[in-house]
T-cell receptor, first 118, second 113 residues
Framework: EAGVTQFPSHSVIEKGQTVTLRCDPISGHDNLYWYRRVMGKEIKFLLHFVKESKQDESGMPNNRFLAERTGGTYSTLKVQPAELEDSGVYFC????????????????FGPGTRLLVL | AQTVTQSQPEMSVQEAETVTLSCTYDTSENNYYLFWYKQPPSRQMILVIRQEAYKQQNATENRFSVNFQKAAKSFSLKISDSQLGDTAMYFCAFMNRDDKIIFGKGTRLHILP
């Protein structure tokens, strides 16, 4: 079974440009999460999709970040315009959905996209 | 605020030795989940072990085991008979009631031949 995949693996852009990151979750996983690790800091939650709906986007840093999950399959995270502080590793994770009756379901992570804004 | 602290930024041990990675966390929740994730160099982050807070028994997965002390909010990872393939960044993580994962800063572990 294929794991979570992310594209691209690396991206180097200039400040002010736009970058779009893609995540393909494990097939059948309704939950999709985005996390980010800025250099030297903890991995932090950005947002959570259940199918195509945003369940929680409390971790999104500002309105320069836009996440979508049309059709409830893959997701994209667009940064427009990119700033220097957006540099870091962006992780995607997915998990099965068992509803409110079961919590603590394991999240499976992708390899991350390393973004460098110059 | 919920936090996870890993006090060892980097560690090195000889192959076949046992190593313990420390982790403490802070939460006011009573029912939660704890994880150790491993990220080998240039590779995917994978789950090593998980612990449910309401279970007193410490989780084990082959050479990996945890020492879960709920009252002390401590969740250390022990790797027995360490192997070269255990070289990785290890993240301690806490899952809250909203299923968000809160991570520590990580411990970079080097297994030396």
């Amino acid at each position: 079974e294929a794991g979570v995949t992310q594209f691209p693996s690396h991206s180097v852009i200039e400040k002010g440009q736009t970058v779009t990151l893609r995540c393909d979750p494990i097939s059948g996983h309704d939950n999709l999460y985005w996390y980010r690790r800025v250099m030297g800091k903890e991995i932090k939650f950005l947002l959570h999709f259940v199918k195509e709906s945003k369940q929680d986007e409390s971790g999104m840093p500002n309105n320069r970040f836009l996440a979508e999950r049309t059709g409830g399959t893959y997701s994209t995270l667009k940064v427009q315009p990119a700033e220097l502080e957006d540099s870091g590793v962006y992780f995607c994770a997915s998990s099965q959905d068992f509803g409110a009756s079961r919590r603590g379901v394991t999240q499976y992570f992708g390899p991350g996209t390393r973004l460098l804004v110059l | 605020a919920q936090t996870v602290t890993q006090s060892q930024p980097e560690m090195s041990v000889q192959e076949a030795e046992t190593v313990t990675l420390s982790c403490t966390y802070d939460t006011s929740e009573n029912n939660y989940y704890l994880f150790w994730y491993k990220q080998p160099p240039s590779r995917q982050m994978i789950l090593v072990i998980r612990q449910e807070a309401y279970k007193q028994q410490n989780a084990t997965e082959n050479r990996f085991s945890v020492n879960f002390q709920k009252a002390a909010k401590s969740f250390s990872l022990k790797i027995s008979d360490s192997q070269l393939g255990d070289t990785a960044m290890y993240f301690c993580a806490f899952m809250n009631r909203d299923d968000k994962i809160i991570f520590g800063k990580g411990t970079r572990l080097h297994i030396l031949p």
